[in-house]
């Protein structure tokens, strides 16, 4: 069976206005995903909580709570003007898994995951102004495990019994230098 998906708080627009309707009932849009999908008869199925670029800390860990997944797209983001970054740190540390994905060709020019990879980890930088936020490691787990965990897959690294999963780079590529932290 494969995760229930829903896009949530993409943009401080959308956020927004959700949240202005959302006051008078008391559910916000993470609440409302708790009520309807998380009470799902097959919670083991989890969530994938689509985009999620502004959230509050009770819906961080409400969601890290039902294991969801959340989908970091930054360059879309950017191209969108979202306006807000996703709060990786805070979201981790709620146990929720934060996947990446490039949200299709029509709002990023292009699905160019090490684009996307190198962007991720940037934009946290700038955005918290940590420059050790957002590891090497971490960014690659975004674009492959926990992507693979986000879908169910017995995929996302090399390892014996996981589907094939391999990635090969020239490392005499210009845009490889230089070759810190491989």
């Known amino acids: ?5 829903a896009w949530a708080q993409e943009s401080k627009q959308n956020s927004g206005r959700v949240k202005a309707r959302a006051a008078a009932s008391g559910r916000f849009p993470a609440g409302c995903a708790e009520k309807y999908v998380c009470a799902l008869p097959h919670p ?3 969530m994938r909580g689509g985009i999620v670029v502004s959230a509050a800390e009770r819906e961080k860990t409400m969601l890290g709570k039902h294991k969801v997944t959340v989908m970091h797209n930054p360059v879309s983001n950017m191209k969108l003007t979202s306006g807000s970054c996703m709060d990786y740190s805070g979201l981790t540390k709620a146990g929720v898994n934060v996947s990446l994905g490039t949200d299709g060709c029509s709002s990023n020019n292009n699905l160019d995951m090490f684009e ?3 962007f991720a980890s940037l934009l946290q930088k700038h955005h918290t102004g940590k420059p050790k936020i957002l590891t090497t490691k971490e960014t690659f787990d975004m674009g492959t495990i926990n992507g693979a965990k986000a879908l169910k897959l017995n995929a996302g690294e090399i390892k014996i019994g996981k589907l094939a999963d391999v990635l090969l780079i020239d490392l005499k590529r210009p845009e490889m230098s230089p070759g810190h932290n491989l």
């Open 116 to 118: 996307e990879m190198k």
């Open 44 to 46: 083991r199925d989890g």
């Open 1 to 5: 069976t494969q995760p229930a998906s």
